[in-house]
Nanobody, 117 residues
């Protein structure tokens, strides 16, 4: 059983939108802080957005502020990332991660987002 499974990636034109989902299973999702990371070719993995267990304490990387929205539905054990006004520089593999103090962290396998005309 894979703890985190991302979906929703794909090819989109600049200015377009995508909604990523991250489905969790096998661990107490609602007690984990969740985050989205991305890794572009030749670059280090970077934090995109994070959200606390209860849906508050939301933080964004400066590069996505005002364009991306992170949210979670603890009744569905799912994390989301709404991405609007996409730019070519948003092209990357997007990963979700779950963290909880003194517990193992979980990573998804990633979903590819390509922004190109």
């Amino acid at each position: 059983q894979v703890p985190l499974v991302e979906s929703g990636g794909g090819l989109v034109q600049p200015g377009g939108s995508l909604r990523l989902s991250c489905a969790a299973s096998g661990f107490p999702f609602s007690s984990y802080a969740m985050s989205w990371y991305r890794q572009a070719p030749g670059k280090e993995r970077e934090l995109v957005a994070s959200i606390a267990t209860y849906g508050g304490n939301i933080n964004y990387a400066d590069s996505v502020k005002g364009r991306f929205i992170i949210s979670r539905d603890n009744t569905k054990n799912t994390l989301y990332l709404q991405m609007n006004s996409l730019k070519p520089e948003d092209t990357a593999v997007y990963y979700c991660k779950g963290t909880r103090w003194s517990s193992p962290e979980y990573w998804g396998q990633g979903t590819q987002v390509t922004v190109s005309s």
